[in-house]
């Protein structure tokens, strides 16, 4: 009859205004979630800016060599004899 009917569709309306209202709060859920993501992005954008300048920087050769690589740098060679070639022709006894 046209009053269930009307009875249903007062239930409805209900559902659907309790629904619309579940959807906003999702919706502002998503929004802030989505937000916090962008600050997240941006600020990992930055640290990524600031890396690639780091290794800009150490691609340098002057940093390189006094920073990333100084025990590559060799110590002069130790001979068998004794002798020392940091030193060798600058003092009296050298070759001896």
């Not at 954008?45 to 890396?51: H, N, T, W």
């Not at 290794?55 to 990333?68: A, D, G, N, S, W």
Request: charged letters at 35%.
């Amino acid at each position: 009859s046209l009053n269930e009917f009307d009875t249903k569709f007062q239930t409805m309306d209900k559902d659907r205004a309790s629904w619309n209202s579940k959807f906003e709060e999702l919706n502002k859920k998503i929004d802030k979630q989505q937000k916090s993501l962008k600050k997240d992005m941006a600020a990992l954008k930055e640290a990524i800016k600031k890396l690639e300048q780091e290794i800009i920087k150490l691609q340098q050769p002057t940093v390189k060599k006094e920073y990333v690589m100084p025990y590559l740098e060799k110590p002069p060679p130790i001979d068998l004899l004794g002798i020392n070639w940091a030193t060798y022709g600058t003092s009296k006894n050298s070759g001896q």
